[in-house]
C-alpha cells in the first residue's frame, strides 16, 4: 500500500510540473502575440474604406447595425 501511494504522489507532482510548464510557456505565447501590432494603419499605396450609411431609413437593424 506504501508502494502504490508513493507511485499516486510521484505522478502527482509529474503531472503538477507539467501543468505549470505548459502554463508558462502560454502565458509567454499570449504575450509574444500581445507585442503584434494587428490593428495598426495601413501604409503606403492601401485603399480606403467609405462608409455610406442611409441617414433617412429609421431601422439599425435592417442596417446592419
Given at each position: 500500500m506504501?508502494k502504490?501511494?508513493?507511485?499516486?504522489?510521484?505522478i502527482?507532482?509529474w503531472?503538477?510540473?507539467?501543468?505549470?510548464?505548459?502554463?508558462?510557456?502560454?502565458?509567454?505565447?499570449?504575450?509574444?502575440?500581445?507585442?503584434?501590432?494587428?490593428?495598426?494603419?495601413?501604409?503606403?499605396p492601401?485603399m480606403?474604406?467609405?462608409?455610406?450609411?442611409?441617414?433617412?431609413?429609421?431601422?439599425?437593424?435592417?442596417?446592419?447595425?
Amino acid at each position: 500500500m506504501e508502494k502504490h501511494a508513493k507511485e499516486v504522489v510521484k505522478i502527482f507532482i509529474w503531472f503538477m510540473l507539467g501543468a505549470c510548464f505548459f502554463t508558462v510557456c502560454l502565458y509567454f505565447i499570449y504575450n509574444e502575440f500581445q507585442e503584434i501590432h494587428r490593428y495598426d494603419l495601413p501604409e503606403g499605396p492601401a485603399m480606403k474604406v467609405i462608409e455610406e450609411r442611409i441617414s433617412w431609413f429609421p431601422f439599425n437593424i435592417l442596417k446592419g447595425e
